[in-house]
Structure formats: C-alpha cells, structure tokens
C-alpha cells in the first residue's frame, strides 16, 4: 500500500472532528523527547473538558488505526484544547484574534511579539510591537500563538472556610 503524509488526512480528519460537534482549531506534527506526536486541537463556544477530548480521540484513533498501514511511521496522538495560548494555524485565525496580543516565530529563527492588527489583502499579518508596526507575510510565519495577560484589577478571591 502507498504511503501517505499525516497532512493528507488532515481534511478527512478535520471532517470528522466537525461531524462530532466540535470546532477543529488545527493540528500539530511534532517530536518531543524522540516521540513522533500529532496533536489535534479542538474547542466549543463554551471550551471543552477532558470528555470532549476523550470523544475525539476515540473516532480519531479509529480512523487512524484503518490508516496505520498508509501512514509514514509511528506516532502518538493527541487531542488537546486550545488553552489559553491558543496557537493561530490560518489567516482566519489572524483576523479572528484582531485586537489580541500574539507571539509569531517567523521562518529563520526570529520572533516577534504584538497586538494583532489585522491582515490585509497580500496576506500579510500587521502586528504592532514596542518597536512599532511591522507587517509579516503570512507564508513566513512558522507558528503563532496568543499570549495570556492576566486582568489588570482581577483580585484573587478565597474561600473562607468556617471554622466548627
């Protein structure tokens, strides 16, 4: 049997992750300690839980195992959600997160960070930094992520616990 690369399937899969009732914010290949893993990432409106995940994985690992024998080789799967950090695989997401503070690592090495301000018809992602605005193409840009900043004013409450 002919031999697939897993970014072939990613359609399919996409597919089927939609089929559930999930939103499938994209995929990750990587090697982590020597593992080969592909991580999928999935979300709602309202976030996902550990169920959610478990869900996916399990109509994901059914696909995957009727498809082991195209694949390339060996890996882990994963299915994770966004978190916080939520990581930008599309231009869509670019535009999406509009407003919102990202970290872009660019083909080469470099990173840059910024509030999103937009992409425009070349596809360029505009991103305003402290060195002030700069427009990355997106077909430069090797992987994006928001960063968490926690609300200025947010106080950290506790529970009191009545002492009997």
Known sequence: MEK????????????????????????????????????????????????????????????????ESSLPERYYFEVSSPGLERPLFTLEDYKTYSGKEAQVSLKGGKKVTGIINGVDEDEKVSLISADGESSVPFADIKKGKLIYKEEKGQKKTFKKIKKK
């Open 4 to 67: 697939i690369k897993l970014t072939d399937i990613y359609k399919t899969l996409r597919e089927r992750i939609e089929l559930l009732g999930y939103e499938c914010v994209g995929f990750e290949n990587v090697s982590e300690d020597g593992m080969k893993i592909l991580r999928v990432y999935v979300d709602l409106p309202a976030g996902i839980n550990l169920s959610d995940c478990e869900v996916v994985a399990r109509d994901i690992n059914l696909y995957l195992d009727e498809m």
